[in-house]
């Protein structure tokens, strides 16, 4: 799995909703932290959501963003990664993309 080679001690996995940390979890078996960006009860995007993960994960080395099946959120956590860190690396499989991120260089 690209996670599994490309994963670092230290990184954190976000993924865009609560009910994605079980599919990630039966193919995934690293150990990285892993952090949903929205609870299944949430109905809405916010920054609030974001900032909040972010806060949690502000000791992490690298920060990967997993989007699958983004339908409410469309492509706002993508941006906002953008705006806050350097894109690593991409990689794109059917119905789930996978970003690599770290903080940008100041």
Known sequence: LFLEKQGREGDVIMVDASYMIGPLNYYYKGN????????????AVTEASLTKVLSEASSADGL????????????????????RFMLVR??????????HYRNKIE
């Open 64 to 83: 990967w963003l997993i989007l699958s099946h983004n339908w409410r959120s469309r492509e706002y956590y993508k941006e906002q990664m953008d705006q």
């Open 32 to 43: 990285l932290a892993r952090i949903p960006l929205k609870s299944s009860t949430d109905t």
């Open 90 to 99: 991409e990689k794109h499989y059917k119905d789930i993309d996978v970003y």
